[in-house]
């Protein structure tokens, strides 16, 4: 319901990442002027370095594509809704077997021109420090909000416990990668061979997983308690489980042959594209707070990386997210003042994907509002909806971040042991429920 007091022929949107990019576009193509406001490059996070919008940090993938993953069924509900971020993402792919991943600076740089092309953005290039109080807000800062906004943000939500961690994986230059040693292929020969992959024998590993196991890491400053998101914990911190959570995790060898053996190997480190051209590659799932000189020494360790050269190095980061099921409501917006609005990965979501759902629902509910309809919350039996719930409702005494699975959707009602049949109909059903729903919209 629209309040006379707040402004309605201009809502402000602050930050310029995915949640932002999309909430901005859904109101602006329904009608409604937006002032965007970016900081970039004003002023620079410590992880980002580009003054583009919709800026990629931790990876260059928004996931596997295709039905039968939840991140595909997600893409797919996204599109329907009219999501940009899938829209450039699939102009600006790269090989990758069955993910959705992108060139990065091609990437960011459409979605800039999107919103720079749309009349009724207008894009200021600022640090808020303050929320306005004159009008619809949607906060979608992302995970590395700025000190001051965080403060601003505590003030309308009450929440002064803003943080926790997450890690980036290190990139190398390809022209650096042993391809001698290093073979391409995609798991199980899916997708074609878009992955370079690294195999090591038992003997190799175990040097590598020494060397790891006992590497320095970059301190947690004293006042802040460290909290990893468990999607994206450091390649040591996993590795301090023991070896097997390496093996059955991010250096899992099943699907692989060694053209030089083959044999499957021990272990293999996967390494996937960063531009089309292959002139840089993300080490997967290798997420790190070792320091520089360490991470240097311990991943050139991996046979094919003895002479890597890193086009960046990885690093953790605090990330910044509100307690969604106790400050906000299923609109996203916050229950001690309505007029303020999350979107992205600040609500406590996950991922890519995720954070720009969010930002799809934000703008779109807010546009429906200003227009004199509330529109009902996206069907629980839909991954959006699903991720909305989760956000506003999810259980527990601790609110933890969440990303896109098929956990997260209602039960089908029915036991099946066929789990690709049961993923299979849970995508149907969603999609149905969504449909149905943006008819009434």
Same mark, same amino acid.
């Given at each position: 319901m629209v309040e006379d007091r707040f402004k309605v022929d201009e809502v402000a949107v602050v930050g310029g990442g995915l949640a932002g990019v999309e909430a901005a576009l859904q109101l602006a193509r329904r009608g409604i002027r937006v002032r965007l406001f970016e900081m970039k490059p004003v002023k620079y996070t410590e992880a980002h370095s580009s003054p583009d919008l919709g800026e990629l940090v931790c990876s260059n993938s928004l996931k596997a594509m295709g039905l039968g993953q939840a991140s595909g069924l997600l893409q797919e509900e996204m599109s329907r809704l009219g999501s940009a971020v899938i829209d450039v993402a699939l102009t600006n792919r790269v090989a990758a077997g069955q993910a959705l991943a992108v060139n990065r600076e091609d990437f960011s740089k459409a979605l800039t021109r999107l919103i720079e092309e749309e009349p009724l953005i207008n894009l200021v290039r600022e640090e808020g420090t303050s929320l306005p109080k004159d009008r619809y807000t949607i906060v979608a800062t992302g995970p590395l909000t700025s000190e001051g906004m965080a403060e601003a943000i505590s003030k309308v939500t009450g929440d002064e416990d803003l943080y926790f961690y997450d890690a980036m994986a290190p990139i190398i230059e390809g022209d650096s990668i042993d391809l001698n040693i290093a073979f391409a292929a995609s798991r199980y020969e899916k997708g074609g061979p878009d992955y370079l992959n690294c195999p090591m024998t038992r003997e190799e590993f175990e040097r590598f997983f020494t060397a790891l196991t006992n590497s320095e890491t970059v301190p947690t400053r004293n006042f802040e308690k460290e909290r990893v998101f468990q999607g994206c914990q450091p390649i040591e911190t996993l590795a301090a489980k023991g070896e097997k959570t390496l093996?059955?995790?991010?250096?899992?060898?099943? +699907?692989?042959?060694?053209?030089?053996? +083959?044999?499957?190997?021990?272990?293999?480190? /996967?390494? &996937? &594209?960063?531009?089309?051209?292959? /002139?840089?590659?993300?080490?997967?799932?290798? /997420?790190?707070?070792?320091?520089?000189?360490? /991470?240097?020494?311990?991943?050139?360790?991996?046979? +094919?990386?003895?002479?890597?050269?890193?086009? &960046?190095?990885?690093?953790?980061?605090?990330?910044?997210?509100?307690?969604?099921?106790?400050?906000?409501?299923?609109?996203?917006?916050?229950?001690?003042?309505?007029?303020?609005?999350?979107?992205?990965?600040?609500?406590?979501?996950?991922?890519?994907?995720?954070?720009?759902?969010?930002?799809?629902?934000?703008?779109?509910?807010?546009?429906?509002?200003?227009?004199?309809?509330?529109?009902?919350?996206?069907?629980?039996?839909?991954?959006?909806?699903?991720?909305?719930?989760?956000?506003?409702?999810?259980?527990?005494?601790?609110?933890?971040?969440?990303?896109?699975?098929? +956990?997260?959707?209602?039960?089908?009602?029915?036991?099946?042991?066929?789990?690709?049949?049961?993923?299979?109909? &849970?995508?149907?059903?969603?999609?149905?429920?969504?449909?149905?729903?943006?008819?009434?919209?």
């Open positions: 093996l059955f995790g991010p250096m899992k060898p099943v +699907g692989f042959t060694d053209p030089r053996t +083959g044999k499957r190997p021990h272990a293999l480190l /996967q390494l &996937r &594209r960063e531009d089309e051209a292959g /002139q840089r590659w993300n080490m997967v799932g290798f /997420q790190t707070k070792l320091t520089y000189p360490e /991470q240097k020494r311990v991943f050139r360790l991996i046979p +094919g990386l003895e002479e890597a050269r890193f086009y &960046r190095l990885g690093s953790l980061h605090r990330n910044t997210y509100v307690d969604g099921p106790r400050v906000l409501d299923g609109y996203l917006r916050a229950r001690r003042a309505p007029w303020v609005q999350f979107a992205g990965q600040i609500t406590g979501v996950e991922g890519y994907l995720e954070s720009a759902a969010m930002g799809i629902w934000a703008g779109l509910n807010l546009a429906l509002r200003l227009s004199g309809k509330t529109p009902d919350l996206p069907p629980e039996e839909s991954g959006i909806g699903s991720l909305v719930r989760h956000v506003y409702s999810a259980p527990g005494k601790r609110y933890e971040p969440m990303n896109m699975n098929f +956990g997260i959707l209602p039960p089908l009602g029915i036991r099946m042991k066929d789990k690709k049949e049961a993923k299979r109909l &849970r995508a149907e059903r969603a999609l149905k429920a969504l449909d149905g729903w943006m008819a009434t919209l």
